[in-house]
């Protein structure tokens, strides 16, 4: 053999070993959650729902001829827009992950969305990012979320108020884009059932000391007072100036209230009290709560199932594109969620992959009974569930 024949068959071989490095290089998933922060104690267990999904798909040795697939943390504070921006292009630029599960609150994922997604060209899917301001947003097709729009929340809070006969109510909320969104959206929906809201007043987290708004809303009074706060910062401390001042005795709790903190801190002091938290009782909730036994976490969690079906529809999208490049595979999300394709739940991830490496068709159904709808979010269900005995209890599903 000559010299050039060498030189030739050598730059093959190495470009065959480079080619083969690449193909099983490891896909990353950012876990882009509120570690810190207001909602610390619901993100935890939302983390290990995502990561749960992760698992399982790297473990089939399916996705993209074996890749694996691992998970790369990012903390969005949930609250601390800069922090979260940080976090974000850390996780892009630095870490160079492929898709980010998360931001887990709405301030935050705007930003991200404006100053990350957008400008880097990445696909995000929040699964708790619930502001109504979401659903029409500049996100040039990368953004998607698994949690319904605070704008059925709110109509969902005015329907069990009005079924439980409950006439008047004072409205508090955490003063940011969550808090105000939620907020509107309550009221809007409550008085056109023809409810009062006799006060709303905004609250600060991070205080020390909530007697000022308590006075507000408590000199209007009201039969509940409507906490649209996060369980870890103000909600809570609004709740305990309530309690101590006698105020207020029962309290209706939005998603961002509802988590087993709460009730561990004030036990049986908040029977009665309400709460309201995207939930279903489909069949994939039962699957994913036997899925996650023995693993540290709930798998019926508040958001656990949308954050385990946020990285399954990033995974199973890069499986039918074929691709893990964000401006390919944004374009299968839709398609992997919905119908038509065989149903999809948890557990099921390697048949998914399989049917998809076959040329066939999935219709996602997860553990949240996922459809999604224009502009990419879920048409969403919810739970709504009361206190007894320092417990939550599920009263039925919306």
Not at 194 to 210: C, M, Q
Not at 226 to 243: E, H, N, P, W
Request: one cysteine or more; hydrophobic letters at 40%; proline letters at 3%.
């Amino acid at each position: 053999m000559g010299k050039l024949s060498t030189l030739l068959l050598s730059a093959a071989l190495s470009t065959a070993i480079i080619g083969g490095a690449a193909a099983q290089e490891q896909v990353k998933i950012g876990m882009l959650q509120g570690f810190t922060g207001p909602t610390e104690s619901l993100v935890k267990p939302m983390a290990m729902g995502g990561e749960l999904a992760i698992k399982e798909v790297s473990d089939s040795g399916l996705l993209l001829g074996g890749r694996e697939v691992v998970s790369v943390r990012g903390d969005s504070t949930c609250i601390d827009a800069a922090a979260a921006t940080a976090a974000a292009n850390r996780l892009v630029t630095s870490d160079g992950v492929h898709g980010i599960n998360g931001a887990t609150c709405s301030g935050a994922t705007t930003a991200i969305l404006n100053n990350v997604v957008r400008a880097n060209g990445i696909v995000m899917i929040s699964p708790s990012a619930t502001s109504p301001a979401l659903s029409s947003i500049e996100d040039d097709g990368y953004f998607f979320r698994t949690a319904p729009s605070d704008a059925r929340q709110g109509q969902i809070i005015a329907d069990v108020l009005d079924r439980r006969g409950i006439k008047s109510a004072a409205l508090t909320y955490t003063n940011n884009d969550y808090g105000k969104g939620l907020a509107d959206a309550i009221q809007a929906a409550y008085e056109a059932k023809g409810g009062k809201i006799t006060a709303v007043a905004a609250h600060e987290d991070g205080k020390a000391d909530y007697s000022a708004e308590i006075g507000t809303l408590a000199s209007a009074g009201g039969e509940v007072l409507i906490v649209a706060g996060y369980l870890d910062q103000g909600g809570k401390g609004i709740i305990q100036a309530s309690l101590d001042t006698g105020a207020f005795e029962k309290f209706v709790l939005p998603d961002g209230m509802v988590g087993e903190a709460l009730t561990d801190n004030f036990g049986d002091a908040l029977d009665g009290s309400i709460g309201t938290n995207p939930g279903t009782d489909s069949p994939g909730a039962g699957m994913l709560a036997d899925l996650a036994s023995g693993k540290g976490f709930k798998g019926d969690d508040p958001y656990v199932p949308e954050a385990y079906d946020s990285s399954a529809l990033l995974l199973l999208a890069m499986q039918s594109a074929g691709s893990t490049d964000s401006a390919v595979y944004k374009d299968h999300i839709l398609k992997v969620a919905n119908a038509p394709g065989e149903k999809i739940y948890p557990g099921e991830l390697a048949k998914a992959l399989q049917i998809l490496a076959d040329g066939g068709d999935i219709d996602y159904v997860g553990g949240t009974a996922l459809e999604l709808i224009e502009p990419g979010e879920s048409a969403g269900s919810f739970r709504e569930t009361e206190i007894k005995g320092g417990k939550w209890e599920t009263e039925m599903y919306h």
